[in-house]
């Protein structure tokens, strides 16, 4: 299955300023997503990005407040703008596999905002 | 609105039981099943997948997949300690778009 690096692991960012995430697969795969997970909770999408096109977005986020990036088949970023405590959280990318592989995750990013 | 139904638990079993975990999806158009196990601060990592009815076993593990039902299920024999973990169902259909549940705390005491 792939196997993606993303980066960074945790981050304390301070409320107003943007992180980027980044997601490294070490094969092409169409199709990655990205997700938010508090802790103890269920993944949340947040987005799903094809190479080429703009990404879709889930309802209750928008382009502004996340904006996503997928030059190619390989990377991906994900960036939280315009922070505030409410963002803190897991954030984690996806890919799908070939076949039977199912969705791969990322190691995720702990995000806090202070 | 596709959703995916779990038990949220916990579910408590002795060490050597067997463990079930279950799941029900509402989209009939679902083509594509899987259980994810997540160990609490890690990412979720992929156990099982299911594409068709009946059963899939892969070791301990054992898939049962009843699309009439719309129901998937998990289960795992000879349970152990380090089986401890959240269970996520997911479902995906031809938008190959998965949805989770909310998944199914698993606890295998001593």
């Known amino acids: 299955s792939a196997v993606i690096s993303q980066k960074p692991s945790r981050d304390i960012c301070q409320r107003g300023t943007s992180l980027t995430i980044q997601c490294q697969v070490d094969s092409q795969v169409t199709m990655m997503f990205w997700y938010r997970q508090q802790p103890g909770q269920s993944l949340t999408l947040i987005a799903t990005?094809?190479?080429?096109?703009?990404?879709?977005?889930e309802s209750g986020f928008v382009i502004d407040k996340f904006p996503i990036s997928r030059p190619n088949l390989t990377f991906s970023t994900l960036t939280v703008s315009n922070m505030s405590p409410e963002d803190s959280s897991i954030y984690l990318c996806?890919?799908?596999?070939?076949?039977?592989?199912?969705?791969?995750f990322g190691s995720g990013t702990r995000l806090t905002v202070v | 609105q596709k959703e995916v139904e779990q038990n949220s638990g916990p579910l408590s079993v002795p060490e050597g039981a067997i463990a079930s975990l279950n799941c029900t999806y509402s989209d009939r158009g679902s083509q594509s099943f899987f259980w994810y196990r997540q160990y609490s601060g890690k990412s979720p990592e992929l156990i099982m997948s299911?594409?068709?009815?009946g059963d899939k076993e892969d070791g301990r593990f054992t898939a049962q997949l009843n699309k009439a039902s719309q129901y998937v299920s998990l289960l795992i024999r000879d349970s152990q300690p380090s089986d401890s973990a959240t269970y996520l169902c997911?479902?995906?259909?031809?938008?190959?778009?998965?949805?989770f549940g909310r998944g199914t705390s698993l606890i295998v005491h001593p």
């Open positions: 990005a094809n190479q080429g096109s703009e990404a879709t977005y």
């Open positions: 997911a479902v995906s259909g031809g938008s190959y778009i998965p949805t």
């Open positions: 996806s890919v799908l596999g070939q076949g039977a592989q199912g969705y791969t």
């Open positions: 299911i594409y068709s009815n």
